[in-house]
């Protein structure tokens, strides 16, 4: 049974009186990640963003380790659910993965305005610089810091690797580990940290992806969201197999014939 999705705000793991429920807006992906067990005390998971819509599958853990990233070629919106037209011989076949190893990942500045102080940006698919929707990695030098700015566009992130800071710049450092998920509203000025060098995967459902001065700041009517990876619930993907892979959902109502995406772990081996 798919596990009932909620949305919980991440505050600082032992504060449990401060945490509170919104309107989140998380991401399309499906990570195939080797995640740190989840807490016995876990947290519900945050509901679909109306505009996710786009579907990627990949799998990175840390590029410093040198692994292989995977990338599915289906990057756009999930096909319709199949008719019940017995003959299946003429349909074509599912397109098989593309696979990005590590070697072959070409970094670039993520804002080239800001040359060597910018963080470095690895696109997966798509094209952050069109109007698509796109998959990239982001990587953050330690004790990177940005100034206060926003976006013209939502973006989903999971931490791959190191720590991640993303909230208001007048708020305390939230610092969220490898496998924690956030999301930035377009229009929201806030600053990104990292502890330690770090690794996200982002997603926007449409390019291009900008960086703005805080004076252009807008409310599109989003709630940001950051998922401490300690709040994530996860549940086995067979019920007869407690020690096989497990599925976390993001967003999305399977059972309803939506769009959705979950994180998958998959145990060592």
Known sequence: MTPRIQTMAYQQPDSESDRARLSGS????????????????????????????????????SLCAALALAVSACASAPSPAADNTPDTASRPAPPAPTIIRVADVEWQPLNPAR??????AATLWGDRNGNVATGFLVRFADGFSSPPHIHNVTYRGVVISGQVHNADAAAPNLWMPTGSFWTQPAGGAHITAAKGESIAYIEIDSGPYLVRPVDAAFDAGEVPLNLHARNIVWSSADPADADGPALAPLWGDPTGGQASGYMVRLPAG
Do not use: E, Y
């Open 115 to 120: 040359g060597d102080a910018s963080p470095r």
């Open 26 to 61: 998380p991401m399309t992906a499906l990570l195939d990640l080797p995640l740190p067990p989840a807490a016995s005390a876990s947290r519900a998971l945050p509901s679909a963003n109306r505009s996710a819509r786009s579907l990627v599958s990949f799998t990175v853990w």
